[in-house]
Antibody, heavy 115, light 106 residues
Framework: EVHLVESGGGLVQPGGSLRLSCAAS????????MTWVRQAPGKGLEWVAN????????YYVDSVKGRFTISRDNAKNSLYLQMNNLSAEDTALYYC????????WGQGTPVTVSS | IQLTQSPSSLSASVGDRVTITCRAS??????LAWYQQKPGKAPKLLIY???LLQSGVPSRFSGSGSGTDFTLTISSLDPEDFAIYYC?????????FGPGTKVDIK
């Protein structure tokens, strides 16, 4: 059974950093594109970034380019999102999801940016 | 690519046929998915490739369309279908979601 479990969220001050992790199990992690999607409180879904199976291609939404970095460790079946220079607009529940069609999702990890 | 959805919300009764529309600002061929999200839960993939039913999703859900205009249809609304529905395009980067359509109980 496919499982995705996010962690690393929390409360951070504006300008601060966080590193989110997503632990994957139940499938061949190294065979799938992986994606981060976020959802601000009471708002819709926003695609954030994705990464190719071998990490050779990465794409970002414009609002996080230069601040967020997506990465993966296929040996550890893990996906990461390094978030720097955070602002209040980054406050959201962050989900990791599998593949291009986002066929499996984790439960999300909350990020709150506030002083 | 901008995605718009209509209506933004609708009220319907159990057993009703419900249709939600998603329009893309440019041709995305069939690179469109539909997701269902219930309160406090992660989204769930319903339809991919505009019309392909994800494994395990009830057959009352169907998708159609190509190019810029797409439709999600629920043939007979079930009590568990009251949720928010989002479309998403995967034709170009950055990927984008529609704003969502909330389906609630009349």
């Amino acid at each position: 059974e496919v499982h995705l479990v996010e962690s690393g969220g929390g409360l951070v001050q504006p300008g601060g950093s966080l590193r989110l992790s997503c632990a994957a199990s139940g499938f061949m992690f190294s065979n799938y594109w992986m994606t981060w999607v976020r959802q601000a409180p009471g708002k819709g879904l926003e695609w954030v970034a994705n990464i190719k199976e071998d990490g050779s291609q990465k794409y970002y939404v414009d609002s996080v380019k230069g601040r967020f970095t997506i990465s993966r460790d296929n040996a550890k079946n893990s996906l990461y999102l390094q978030m720097n220079n955070l602002s209040a607009e980054d406050t959201a529940l962050y989900y990791c999801a599998r593949y291009i069609w986002l066929d499996f999702w984790g439960q999300g990890t909350p990020v709150t940016v506030s002083s | 690519i901008q995605l718009t959805q209509s209506p933004s919300s609708l009220s319907a009764s159990v057993g009703d046929r419900v249709t939600i529309t998603c329009r893309a600002s440019q041709d995305i061929s069939n690179f469109l998915a539909w997701y269902q999200q219930k309160p406090g839960k992660a989204p769930k993939l319903l339809i991919y490739g505009a019309s392909l039913l994800q494994s395990g999703v009830p057959s009352r859900f169907s998708g159609s369309g190509s190019g810029t205009d797409f439709t999600l249809t629920i043939s007979s609304l079930d009590p568990e279908d009251f949720a928010i529905y989002y479309c998403q395009q995967v034709k170009t980067y950055p990927r984008s979601f529609g704003p969502g359509t909330k389906v609630d109980i009349k």
